[in-house]
């Protein structure tokens, strides 16, 4: 007879023999974390500081160096999206809805206005346009001197989404979103007019999950080329200036993917780690002992991959065959915010009980 | 029967038809623009096709009955005339 | 998960199922009956028996008084043999179980009046028997459908009546008058339309429609000429019109004192 | 090449009869066919959707038709459905036409599949799947297995309000049904996302801002998450209040038919008010219904409020009365053992006469005051082809209006006891009541009959008449030890003063003989000195009673007074009155009606007068028991006498009753909505007193005994049955208590 509990059960801890080592450069850790609201608050290496906050309205910037504090400053209100950072600025978003921007020198505010709706990716700014993703698809800009709204663009979002929203790029003249009707959309700067757009996942099947192709990780900039990748949908390249398509394959992924000596890495939905060729694509290796274990993106530092998990294990992976060769869990209330790879050969790790680290591999042979 | 006081409620019957409705009948319009200004009627007299009754009667608290009769006059279903004895007041109930 | 083996009851053979049941009808045990032709439906749905067990069962039910589950059996033989040449008996007998499933018990064995009150599941009975009729004219429940349907008919008109006559209580001759004309126009072969006649042409009378009143004692003297409403000459005399209105002591002492 | 037929044969044939092939197949014997024919012909039997191949082949002239029949479905079976119970699913499978026995089409499986999915999307389990298989059976035919994997729920984990400056978060998510998860939350299923419950909270959401005076409110957005897990659902509403509205203006257009000043009456609210739909919307119903009482059965208000100002607004009251409507017929449904006449006379509505919607409703509501009918529903429909004629339909459910009770019993003092009631409110139907009572035992026999007819005349003059005899011991009721033989007749008479009052009244005769026994106390011999022990008493009685009980079974709403004199007047032998007062109110607490709470109260006294300066003592009032105070035994209550014979006591009861009640009446659990059902949480309190009583009479409040408990009444067709279980609050040593009472045919 049938199985009744759920197919999409996480696979156990698999127990290695790793010959790598992760140990911490320094750690610290940044109010309660990130609460059961399935946030992401992913921190800001900025070269010598670090910008991170916390939901429950913490936020600190600590000396990339060694993890002192420079200052703290607790809002008192839930946050929902955040941090942003510019030159002058820091902008995050409460639960209600507000779009703050704080000094990132000592954290005073300087101005604070209302959004639409909620926005769970970071506000990002290039110093004189602050760009706002909501999660009903709208993108909204605002002058960073004094939170003047400049323009908004409306796109078409399906009622059920992800409960997972890329973070926008914003370069000099152009915003790049994704949204989760699955395009990828370039609005100018200047008046936020649709520039080009490329559909990631095309939605189809019977059921409003089935139909899902949210855009979860933020595109990654290789030069002239944007490499996309959706749930449900595909990992492509696409040119910047006009969103043609370079290449495409078939994938799903919440999570921006890496690329390393011409490799590409993918965290898949479905918890496999798999590795691409770059020149076509071809699949290398597959790293599925991890399955729904719901992993981070990759992190590529040397030739060895790290992705984190639900409950709070580090997995550290050889890119030549994806085999498991470093494991340590990190924080028992899991891991959400992607690993970002600063100065490097190091990470920086904040898991979801606040716990904000900088570590590095040892590989013992 | 005699019992002092019996509560008795009012009976109404018929169609209520007021003067300046009639006013509005003009010749040769056809039955069923009269039936629209004055209501079906709720009398019909099965074999005279020519006429139309529009009877109301009214009994107070178990009283006499009151009794209004509009006959309205037809020739090949066109209004023609009309005699009628109205009451002051036709009340609803 | 193991599949429940349930202890199914013993299957006995085709064609004995169909015999018990037929020595059951026959000496009028029909629960026994029901039984076997419930047993032989399950287990055999599609043998060679299946059709007459289906017909049988219909009976079955009917005796034992089981009436919603006559018509229910008589619905399933219909749908599941449309060709069936029994067909006129299943409809019959579906009219049939609908005619009796409203007669209480008291209306049984006390004489109530069932035309003063609400003919409930006859209509149906009603429109059974008019399709059996219509498709199977000279089946030979034909007869007894048609001498059904003219009393469910005339019941109806009954009802009409006692409408009529509580209005005439209720002194309000116009629905008095619609009713017996709602008589004379849709049950005219009913016994009814004699008394609606004359309530006809009364309360025609008394609404000084003396046209209505005269066609109407017209048509009642072409049909009923010796109806007792025409005194030795011919004259039509009524008093159904007539107000009540008895004196206090009267209705005080039940008639003794005091003029009626 | 054309031939004629000479004979069809049909081969391959097993479930399907050869007659339903040749209706559907249209070529018959001694036809000239050709191929275009036959190949159409072979189309329309396919269309039958009996068979999944049909080949036609020649044997000289003879047609053989080979048919290969679509298998029948033999077994269906369903597995892994907790949430969605199998036989919901076969009613699903046998609308869609696949049941046992039927025909298999492939085409209706996948459907299936779809319809049963998109189901269980309904209830938020977004990721279930449905697969459906059948497998070839022996004998053509085919085993439908259906594997369903529920999957889990998505459960609310959040619910976002955006917008909101006035109203706090929490007082608008406690408008909806949707509740954010947590332990009691997932018991009632309401943490579980599903779609059609959003629309619904939403629209919610809409009328309370609109109901508040927020008339630019608008949902801007509300987009629902799901966890990538698909455990969890996270909802953000973004809203815009926008300002509150006063009312500056209130306009009446239109028609008016009754003026502007009859209606402006039944509008309670004026400038300044804040703008409330709900209240607009009762003003247009309560004018449309104003406007129903002069025949006007399809009108129509509408309230339409313009903002004409920074934030005030005009409300225009747009009246359509529409033609006049006049009712043609008035049809009764379901009343299969009523008489027609009994529903006919309480219509205060004519047939023939203006349609006039209050009398419509108050016809109903006296169909259910008549206590005959478990539930009454009315429908005004028009008359097609007319546009100003309306029938109106009154279906009732009849329900069981008497009691019959039968007893057969045994006790050392009276030997055997045997006794038999019947008392039908709705006597055969007539409306009439009548009740018939016969008890036979040594010490007790006693024998009832009485008449009411309450339709004497067509406007409700009632007139009835009850004959009784008993000769009885009364050790048997233990109430004080004497006999008491009485014989006696009475003539009542009532009639309506207004549509809810009525005065009834009513004269009679009654011989009463006392006796001594071995038991009798001394009070009973000191009053058969002073008063001798036969009496013949003519009495004259009068009551008032005003009652606006929406129901005469189980009454929901509404109140009742009734005040009755009863006089021995001069010439009997003991001249005595006694008066009483009773009433009852019943206080809905929510529109269902099924919470309600019931206050009731009665006082009794009695004295002699001329020159008896006391009430016998057999007229006494008695208390205690059902109908009066629960968890004390019936009769109980008062001052006792002792017997002279073994010292025992025994109620003597008194000639001042004070009795008061307040019920709790609850929905009664696991009956759904029936009304013929009623639990309730009740104190009840009373006490008799005797006002002649030698001692100095001084009445002590402190004597009214109490008991609280919980009581359960059913209408059932052999009478109204009652339990009660109640537990007595000041009880006294030597009070007689009675924690369960039951009680057959009384309704109270």
């Known amino acids: 007879c049938s199985s009744t509990e759920p197919f999409e059960q996480p696979a156990p801890v698999p127990d290695i023999r790793g010959n790598v080592d992760i140990d911490d450069v320094w750690t610290t850790s940044i109010g309660d974390g990130l609460d059961g609201e399935l946030l992401q608050l992913s921190p800001v290496y900025a070269g010598d500081t670090i910008y991170a906050v916390s939901a429950d309205g913490v936020v600190a910037s600590v000396r990339s160096e060694d993890g002192d504090m420079v200052w703290e400053k607790d809002l008192d209100t839930r946050l929902f999206a955040g941090p942003g950072v510019d030159g002058e600025h820091l902008y995050v978003v409460t639960r209600e809805a507000e779009l703050i921007a704080l000094s990132n020198t000592d954290g005073t505010e300087l101005w604070r206005i209302e959004l639409p709706t909620e926005a769970l990716a970071s506000p990002q700014s290039n110093g004189n346009l602050v760009a706002v993703q909501t999660i009903d698809g709208r993108m909204l800009a605002f002058d960073a001197s004094n939170g003047d709204q400049l323009w908004q663009y409306e796109a078409q979002v399906p009622v059920l989404t992800m409960r997972s929203s890329a973070t926008p790029l914003v370069g000099g003249d152009v915003v790049i979103g994704s949204f989760a009707n699955g395009r990828v959309m370039a609005l100018s700067a200047s008046d936020g007019q649709p520039l080009w757009q490329y559909q990631v996942g095309q939605p189809s099947g019977r059921t409003e999950l089935e139909r899902l192709v949210d855009i979860g990780g933020q595109p990654l900039v290789l030069d002239r080329a944007l490499m996309v990748v959706g749930y449900q949908g595909k990992l492509a390249l696409i040119e910047i200036r006009s969103g043609q398509e370079i290449w495409s394959r078939p994938a799903s992924s919440l999570y921006s993917p890496a690329v390393g000596d011409g490799r590409i890495f993918l965290s898949a939905a479905n918890g496999d780690v798999l590795a691409l060729r770059g020149s076509d694509r071809r699949e290398l290796w597959v790293q599925d002992s991890l399955s729904w274990r719901r992993l981070t993106g990759p992190a590529v530092v040397g030739d060895y991959l790290v992705v984190g998990d639900y409950e709070g294990y580090l997995h550290v992976l050889s890119a030549e065959d994806g085999t498991l060769v470093g494991q340590w869990q990190f924080d028992s209330d899991g891991i959400r915010a992607p690993i970002r790879v600063i100065e490097g050969d190091k990470l920086l790790v904040y898991g979801n009980s606040g716990d904000l680290a900088v570590l590095e591999l040892q590989p013992d042979d | ?93 | ?260 | ?748």
Request: aromatic share 10%; charged share 25%.
């Open chain 3, 1 to 260: 998960c193991a599949s429940q083996q349930q202890d199914e009851p013993e299957v006995l053979a085709e064609k004995t199922y169909y015999e018990n049941a037929r020595e059951a009808m026959n000496s009028g045990n029909f629960n026994e009956a029901e039984e076997n032709l419930d047993a032989l439906e399950t287990y055999y749905p599609f043998g060679r028996y299946a059709e007459q067990a289906q017909l049988d069962l219909i009976y079955a039910r009917y005796q034992n008084m089981d009436l919603e589950g006559s018509r229910a059996a008589a619905d399933r033989f219909m749908r599941l043999n449309p060709q069936s040449d029994h067909l006129d008996y299943a409809l019959y007998m579906r009219g049939l179980a609908s005619y009796n499933i409203d007669l209480g018990l008291a209306a049984r064995y006390f004489p109530i009046d069932p035309s003063a009150r609400n003919p409930g599941e006859q209509l149906q009975a009603f429109r059974d028997f008019t399709q059996l009729l219509n498709r199977f004219p000279n089946s030979d429940y034909a007869l007894d459908a048609r001498q059904r349907m003219i009393a469910i008919r005339n019941r109806m008109a009954e009802l009409e009546l006692h409408a009529a006559r509580y209005y005439i209580k209720r002194e309000a001759y116009l629905a008095a008058n619609n009713r017996a004309r709602y008589v004379v126009e849709n049950y005219p072969s009913s016994p009814a339309v004699e008394e609606a006649l004359i309530l006809l042409a009364d309360t025609f009378r008394y609404l000084e429609l003396p046209e209505g009143a005269d066609s109407a004692i017209a048509t009642l003297r072409k049909n009923f000429p010796h109806s007792e409403v025409f005194d030795a000459d011919g004259n039509y005399q009524s008093d159904r019109l007539q107000r009540q209105d008895r004196s206090l002591l009267n209705v005080v002492t039940f008639g003794l004192m005091g003029e009626d």
């Open chain 2, 1 to 93: 029967c005699a019992f002092p006081g019996v509560y008795k409620i009012n009976v109404q019957q018929g169609n209520i038809v007021t003067d300046e409705e009639l006013g509005q009948l003009s010749e040769g319009m056809p039955r069923s623009q009269v039936h629209a200004i004055l209501g079906t009627p709720l009398t019909i007299d099965p074999i005279d096709p020519t006429r139309d009754y529009y009877v109301y009667t009214f009994q107070r608290r178990g009283g006499d009955i009151e009794e209004q009769r509009i006959v309205i006059n037809y020739d090949d279903d066109q209004y023609t005339g009309h005699e009628a004895k109205l009451l002051e007041e036709t009340p609803a109930y």
């Open chain 4, 1 to 748: 090449d054309e031939f004629t037929v000479a004979d069809i044969e049909v081969e391959g044939l097993q479930r399907v009869s050869a007659g339903s092939v040749f209706s559907s197949f249209p070529v018959n014997i001694g036809q000239q066919i050709d191929e275009t024919r036959l190949a159409s012909a072979i189309k329309e039997l396919f269309r039958s959707g009996l068979f999944t191949d049909i080949e036609v082949a020649r044997d000289g002239n003879v047609l053989i038709v080979n048919v290969e029949e679509r298998p029948s479905i033999s077994s269906i079976e369903i597995e892994g459905n907790d949430n969605i119970e199998s036989d919901m699913l076969l009613d699903a499978l046998s609308d869609a036409g696949m049941q046992e026995g039927e025909v298999f089409q492939r085409a209706t499986l996948e459907r299936l599949e779809l319809e049963i999915l998109r189901s269980y999307i309904a209830q938020g389990r977004y990721n279930a799947r449905v697969t459906a298989t059948a497998e070839p059976q022996p004998q053509n035919r085919v085993a439908i297995h259906l594997d369903i994997n529920e999957g889990s729920v998505a459960s609310i984990q959040h619910i976002n309000i955006i917008g909101n400056r006035d109203f706090s978060e929490e007082e608008l998510t406690d408008l909806f049904e949707l509740r954010t998860s947590s332990w009691w939350n997932s018991l009632t299923n309401k943490d579980k996302y599903a779609r059609e419950r959003l629309s619904g909270d939403l629209e919610t959401l809409r009328s309370y801002y609109l109901d508040r005076g927020y008339l630019d409110f608008n949902v801007e957005s509300s987009q629902v998450s799901i966890s990538p897990d698909k455990q969890q659902v996270f909802i953000a509403i973004s809203i815009n209040e926008g300002k509150q509205y006063t009312i500056s203006d209130i306009r009446l257009r239109g028609d008016l038919i009754v003026g502007e000043e009859e209606l402006r009456k039944l509008i309670p609210v004026e400038e300044g008010d804040v703008f409330s739909r709900a209240k607009m919307t009762s003003i247009s119903e309560s004018l449309s219904y104003r406007l129903g009482r002069e025949g006007y059965a399809f009108a129509n208000v509408d309230a339409v409020p313009e903002p004409d100002g920074e934030d005030t607004a005009t409300v225009t009251f747009y009246v359509e009365p529409g033609k006049r409507a006049y009712v043609r017929r008035i049809n009764f449904e379901g009343n299969v053992s009523t008489k027609d006449e009994v529903l006919r006379q309480e219509m205060t509505q004519m047939e023939g006469g203006v349609a006039s919607t209050d009398r419509i409703e108050f016809s109903k509501d006296q169909l259910d005051r008549l206590g005959f009918f478990q539930t009454v529903e009315v429908d005004t429909v028009p008359v097609p082809g007319t546009d100003d004629l309306v029938d109106v339909n009154y279906s009732v459910q009849e329900q069981p209006t008497g009691s019959l009770s039968a007893s057969v019993g045994f006790s050392q003092s009276s030997g055997i006891i045997l006794g038999a009631s019947v008392s039908e409110n709705n006597f055969f139907g007539t409306g009439k009541r009548a009740s018939f009572g016969v008890n036979v035992s040594d010490s007790v026999k006693s024998a009832n009959i009485s008449y009411t007819d309450p339709y004497y005349t067509v406007d409700g003059v009632s007139r009835g008449f009850s004959v009784f005899g008993r000769q009885t011991d009364y050790d048997e009721e233990d109430i004080s030890s004497y006999l008491l033989d009485e014989y006696g007749a009475k003539l009542t008479f009532g009639y309506p003063t207004d549509a809810f009052t009525r005065i009834n009244f009513g004269l009679g005769v009654t011989q009463s003989k006392v006796k001594d026994g071995r038991y009798t106390s001394t009070e009973v011999l000191e009053f058969m000195e002073e008063e001798g022990n036969s009496f013949v008493n003519y009495f004259l009685s009068g009551s008032w009673r005003r009652s606006t009980l929406n129901r005469g079974v189980l009454p929901t709403d509404g109140y009742s007074h009734s005040l009755s004199l009863d006089v021995a007047v001069p010439g009997s032998d003991l001249t005595f009155y006694k008066t009483s007062y009773k009433t009852n109110y019943y206080f809905p607490l929510t529109d269902s009606q099924r919470w309600v709470v019931r206050l009731r109260g009665e006082i009794g006294y009695g004295d002699g007068y001329g020159d008896r300066s006391r009430m016998p003592f057999y007229e006494h009032y008695y208390a205690g028991g059902f109908g009066s105070v629960r968890g004390y035994e019936a009769n109980s209550l008062g001052n006792t006498v002792v017997s002279n014979y073994d010292g025992d006591e025994d109620p003597f009861g008194g000639n001042l009753l004070t009795e008061a009640g307040m019920e709790f009446i609850v929905p009664t659990p696991f009956a759904g909505d029936t009304r013929s059902m009623r639990t309730s949480l009740f104190v009840d309190a009373g006490q008799v007193f005797d006002t002649d009583s030698e001692p100095a009479y001084d009445p002590d409040l402190g004597e009214i005994r109490a008991a609280a408990g919980v009581s359960f009444q059913w209408i059932t067709a052999v009478g109204p049955l009652a339990f009660s279980l109640a537990k007595p609050l000041n009880d006294q040593a030597e009070d007689d208590t009675q924690v369960f009472q039951f009680s057959l045919g009384q309704t109270f």
